[in-house]
């Protein structure tokens, strides 16, 4: 202890030389099984009860037990202070590696990345997940387990669409919380109830009829918000268990769209601070040859047709393109010059801090993947369309596809890619009070096939009919999937 | 500015909620396999929990996600022969999907199809005796020997040979012979160009010649394995209660029992198998089978074999007091003593058995008896009925009626403070 704490502060100093901006840190060593805990509660030291976490652990601890995966040496999240946990079984070199790269790497990331600071806010959450699993334990008190599970199961199905992706969402706190939630419980069912007034006030009724043609006037991109405001059955408590789970899918938001920059970042520092610890004498020789040996091994990229190819490690790219910034600052070549007129002969430290502050993956990939990485790294482009009996190659790592592998590959970690666009589109107010969603196709990819299933999710916080109509890339209706009228959820 | 929490001594069941409302899901299932489990598994296997298969269906988590079709690209990294429009054909099994985020959760899937999991034996016991909880039995004072036990821990640079850990000891061989072995062959390789070279003096090229073989003689004497590269196996001492109990299972197989009897013998058994194991460090079972005579069998033959004719318990208690003296010494084994029985016994045998326990008793933890099969005075019960005043911290009788009693009974018997 008292020796990770001398190089804590020797790697705080360093770090701090390097102008890395940071929340203050807390270290906590744990155990394997600690560590599966943590695994199942995707990281946040406290949550809810439910079944699914189990089963995250289960999984975890299974993989783990018969060899098929090792744990993480490291999880570090995303709180002021920054919480990091580290495994017992690490050596002091991974210790150290571990402060480096989670403690001052991921921490400054999280400060200083214009995602999370929209998105989340590191000082409240903690506190906001303790509120969280106080009010649904005390739902569960009230309305029995079962029925909470039942709409905590509803929720999570559609967490990744209970996001606001375009504007930057309300701060949290606990306090405020709890204060407001009562408020917000009788504010929300007047509003809700107005909504749903069968009876109009005579002098009202032109305005709704007006609001029967467009309701909602804007499409709506984040269906738990929308549920949340405006669904016609659900009771108060579920409401503010609607807006729980729409908190935590909004926390985790960043962390999906920022995976290479954030884990590159990290890497990047880890890799210049072990390396100047030991320009200053406080590592031995040995220490920093189990450096490189765990350094490189976090930094193996195997080729696509290796079979343990499980795509572009994120630690790898974003690594090697950090460390191209640093390059093409310091020592740009001819082509650098042309591709990168601004940042060739720049100083490296304030480009790279830019380059973390205000970009997520695909930007930041589309915005600085260079020539030489896509020569490194060997990239090329297959394509692979449904019309066709193969698929065939569209661009390598030349001259003529250096364009097209990198907006490619930008696109791949574009949100449309992972997840499909989702709206809400239309409510029948007046009528069946059906909810009408529409998928916009990208690249012509049509909704999976459990896309019935979800929508029972949908029909079960909805109360009514719900429809989901795919478009394709003109715009017309290319399938249309319904939910049935009362149809119960399996399992 | 820096907080270090060691956190390893904190509880680490803080899954266990979650996970029982995973348990909770997945009921149907767990009470099936555990079902199983009893009527498949040989009775000292049983104690060891079990593992639950789940059918992805029941526990899925669906997300709104892309199914397979239209034009996808993949950017790929290692490319080594491709040119710009070189065709090939789908690979099977990522045709047409996205190869990494297309289906909901595809990094679970392959986990998911097969979700097995393992449940502990107090679990394992829960849905045994049907949802019953298991309570906190018995705080027994034990005669408590510990001899330590080895439990692995990260590796060390010294050890014994065969804590040897082949793989990162060669590993690490391999790596010091690359690098201590880089130079040599960049000079070596430097020598023998000069050499080619024909412009050279007779004199130089035997010098070289020279330096060429020490050079080759210290790269082939590097060592293949030193003692620097060595890893081995780390153990640390985990203390373990060394004690040892043998259990006793008596049972009539005279025609007059039942299978449903024995069903329900052996449910009481198993229950104080189970018990005892978590007590104890070693359980030794002994079964004795008696009709009219008595005799040492397996679990097979002690469960499901029938004989006929009538029944004389003295046999079994004199098998079992012989046994005990010579196989289990009592200041040796913590000896536990459980009979079953539908409580005949023939009418002479009355005064040879109250003997027998007056001897057997003093020597066992704790004798007892259940008499399965409604409850009217059988000759046996009257027997015993006396005896359980006199020996009363030592010896119980209870009698079960049906599969329900058998958990309050057995609760019952070693719940009332007892010395054991």
Redesign the interface.
């Given at each position: 202890m008292p020796l990770l704490q001398r190089f804590e502060n020797e790697i705080g100093r360093i770090a701090n030389d390097f102008g890395l901006d940071c929340y203050s840190n807390q270290l906590e060593v744990i155990s394997a099984e600690q560590m599966i805990d943590a695994y199942a509660s995707v990281g946040l030291p406290i949550s809810y009860f439910h079944w699914s976490y189990g089963k995250q652990f289960e999984m975890t601890r299974a993989r783990y037990e018969s060899g098929k995966m090792g744990l993480a040496y490291e999880m570090v999240i995303n709180s002021s202070p920054c919480i990091a946990y580290l495994m017992e079984e690490n050596t002091m070199a991974m210790q150290v590696l571990v402060i480096a790269h989670a403690c001052y790497g991921h921490n400054s990331f999280f400060k200083g990345n214009y995602m999370f600071r929209e998105w989340t806010d590191a000082s409240a959450i903690v506190d906001y997940m303790a509120f969280a699993k106080d009010y649904i334990l005390q739902c569960e008190g009230q309305h029995g387990v079962d029925e909470v599970e039942q709409v905590l199961d509803s929720c999570h199905a559609l967490m990744s669409h209970g996001v606001n992706r375009y504007v930057r969402p309300p701060a949290l706190s606990k306090a405020e919380e709890k204060l407001r939630q009562k408020d917000r419980e009788v504010a929300l069912q007047n509003q809700v109830n107005h909504l749903w007034a069968t009876i109009p006030q005579a002098n009202e009724e032109d305005e709704l009829e007006q609001a029967e043609i467009k309701f909602p006037t804007e499409p709506e991109e984040n269906l738990l918000y929308f549920i949340e405001k405006n669904s016609p059955i659900l009771e108060p408590w579920q409401r503010e268990v609607v807006r729980i789970v729409r908190k935590i899918a909004q926390y985790f938001y960043p962390q999906k769209q920022t995976k290479v920059m954030n884990e590159g970042w990290a890497c990047f520092w880890h890799y210049s601070i072990f390396t100047e610890l030991h320009a200053q004498g406080l590592i031995s020789d040995g220490f920093m040859l189990e450096f490189f040996d765990i350094h490189s091994r976090v930094l193996r990229q195997t080729d696509f047709n290796n079979p343990a190819y499980s795509g572009i490690n994120p630690y790898t790219l974003g690594y090697a393109m950090m460390t191209d910034i640093r390059r093409i600052c310091e020592a740009p070549t001819e082509e650098d010059k042309q591709w990168f007129p601004d940042l060739a002969g720049s100083d490296w430290q304030q480009s790279l801090d830019f380059a973390m502050r205000n970009f997520k993956d695909e930007s930041f990939i589309l915005q600085y993947l260079s020539p030489k990485v896509i020569r490194d790294l060997k990239l090329f482009i297959v394509v692979d369309d449904e019309h066709l009996d193969h698929v065939w190659v569209s661009a390598i790592h030349d001259e003529q596809g250096y364009q097209q592998v990198r907006a490619d590959l930008a696109s791949e970690y574009s949100l449309s890619r992972t997840e499909p666009n989702i709206q809400v589109t239309n409510v029948a107010l007046r009528g069946d009070r059906c909810l009408t969603l529409q998928h916009a196709q990208v690249d012509g990819r049509p909704m999976a096939d459990n896309t019935s299933d979800m929508l029972k999710h949908v029909h079960q916080l909805w109360g009514f009919k719900v429809v989901l109509q795919s478009l394709d890339v003109d715009g017309e209706v290319n399938k249309t999937y319904t939910s049935a009228e009362s149809s119960p959820i399996d399992g | 500015?820096?907080?270090?929490?060691?956190?390893?001594f904190?509880s680490?069941n803080?899954?266990s909620?979650?996970?029982?409302?995973?348990?909770?899901?997945v009921q149907a299932r767990i009470k099936e396999a555990v079902e199983e489990a009893v009527s498949k598994r040989a009775m000292d296997d049983l104690g060891r929990g079990g593992e639950v298969s789940v059918p992805k269906?029941?526990?899925?988590?669906?997300?709104?996600?892309?199914?397979?079709?239209?034009?996808?690209?993949?950017?790929?990294?290692?490319?080594?022969q491709?040119?710009?429009?070189?065709?090939?054909?789908?690979?099977s099994g990522r045709?047409?999907g996205?190869?990494?985020?297309?289906?909901?959760a595809s990094d679970?899937a392959q986990?998911?199809n097969e979700?097995?999991?393992?449940i502990t034996r107090a679990e394992y016991l829960d849905y045994l005796f049907d949802g019953l909880e298991l309570p906190y039995l018995v705080k027994k004072d034990l005669s408590k020997q510990e001899s330590p036990k080895y439990r692995n821990a990260?590796f060390t640079s010294q050890g014994s040979p065969e804590k040897l850990n082949v793989l990162r000891t060669l590993a690490r061989a391999r790596g010091r012979r690359i690098a201590l072995t880089a130079n040599l062959k960049k000079r070596i390789l430097a020598l023998q160009l000069q050499l080619e070279q024909d412009e050279l003096e007779v004199e130089e090229r035997l010098q070289l010649e020279a330096e060429l073989q020490r050079l080759l003689k210290r790269k082939s004497s590097l060592p293949f394995l030193e003692e620097v590269d060595l890893r081995f196996h780390n153990l640390t001492q985990v203390p373990n209660p060394a004690t040892s109990a043998v259990m006793f299972c008596l049972m009539d197989v005279s025609g007059s029992m039942t299978q449903a009897m024995k069903d329900m013998a052996k449910r009481y058994f198993l229950l104080l198998y189970l018990f005892l194991e978590r007590q104890y460090g070693k359980t030794e079972i002994v079964f004795i089978s008696h009709h009219t005579q008595a005799q040492e069998v397996d679990d097979q033959t002690f469960f499901y074999s029938r004989e006929s004719g009538g029944t004389i318990v003295s046999s079994a208690l004199q098998l079992t007091l012989d046994i005990i003296q010579q196989r289990y010494p009592s200041h040796n084994w913590n000896i536990y003593v459980a009979q079953a029985s539908d409580g005949d016994n023939w009418a002479d045998d009355s005064e040879r058995c109250q003997q027998l326990i007056h001897q057997l008793v003093p020597l066992c933890q704790y004798f007892t008896y259940v008499e399965i099969g409604k409850h009217t005075e059988k000759p046996l019960w009257s027997d015993y009925a006396p005896l359980a005043v006199t020996h009363g911290d030592h010896f119980a009788m209870r009698s079960i009626t049906s599969v329900k009693d058998i958990y309050p009974v057995f609760h019952d018997l070693f719940s009332r403070g007892k010395t054991l």
């Open positions: - | 500015m820096l907080h270090i929490i060691d956190r390893r904190n680490t803080k899954s909620v979650n996970r029982q409302r995973l348990m909770k899901r269906a029941d526990i899925s988590e669906p997300v709104f996600g892309h199914g397979s079709g239209g034009q996808v690209t993949h950017v790929l990294p290692g490319n080594k491709f040119k710009v429009g070189d065709k090939m054909m789908r690979p045709g047409g996205d190869g990494g985020a297309g289906h909901g679970d986990y998911e979700f097995t999991f393992q990260g």
